[in-house]
């Protein structure tokens, strides 16, 4: 398959690009081709294949109507897709809270379960009360500091470009996820030691 060559007036900078030009359609597919396949897996992280399928194509649908006003001067182009895919996951809130709390019930339920097998079950039991309880955790978080930790953590974006796409302050990102890390601390485990 060859490598779709944008026209000359694309600039140099790809990651901010010129979305306003003559032939948008082209620009979005090279936009398409670098970007579905990391949008997809953050947003199936997040609800399921089958729901991240359409808010990809929703992401860039909404990008394409919105093309006119990205602005290269505010942020990279990477930072404004995630930042419009997580206003669409933000729809869609209740059904991620209500599936991280389903996991969580169901996770606890597996692990009262199984609970009297041998060491391998034992390790599965372990896995899953764990993560119940992060699910539960991630399900108890604020949408604000869910998606901070969501963006740095499933989408690999930098405390920046957390801040462009949600539009606020890098500190606030930075504070925010600070304690939603020592949140989920508070809810692992602790390492045993064998002193008991």
Do not use: C, K
């Amino acid at each position: 398959m060859t490598e779709r060559q944008p026209p000359d007036d694309v600039p140099a900078h790809r990651d901010r690009p010129h979305l306003g030009g003559p032939e948008p359609a082209v620009e979005f597919g090279r936009l398409f081709d670098t970007y579905a396949r990391p949008l997809h897996r953050y947003l199936a992280r997040r609800v399921g294949q089958d729901a991240a399928h359409d808010l990809v194509s929703e992401t860039f649908l909404v990008a394409l109507n919105q093309r006119h006003d990205y602005d290269p001067r505010r942020g990279v182009v990477r930072s404004w897709l995630y930042g419009i895919a997580t206003n669409l996951l933000r729809r869609r809130a209740r059904d991620e809270v209500r599936g991280l709390r389903a996991a969580a019930r169901s996770a606890g339920h597996a692990a009262g379960q199984d609970s009297g097998h041998d060491n391998a079950v034992a390790a599965r039991v372990d896995a899953a009360a764990m993560a119940a309880r992060l699910a539960g955790a991630l399900a108890g978080l604020s949408e604000g500091d869910r998606d901070v930790l969501l963006l740095t953590s499933w989408a690999g974006l930098d405390s920046n470009e957390v801040a462009d796409a949600l539009g606020i302050p890098v500190g606030t990102v930075r504070s925010r996820l600070h304690r939603v890390r020592r949140s989920l601390r508070a809810t692992a485990p602790r390492e045993e030691t064998g002193d008991e």
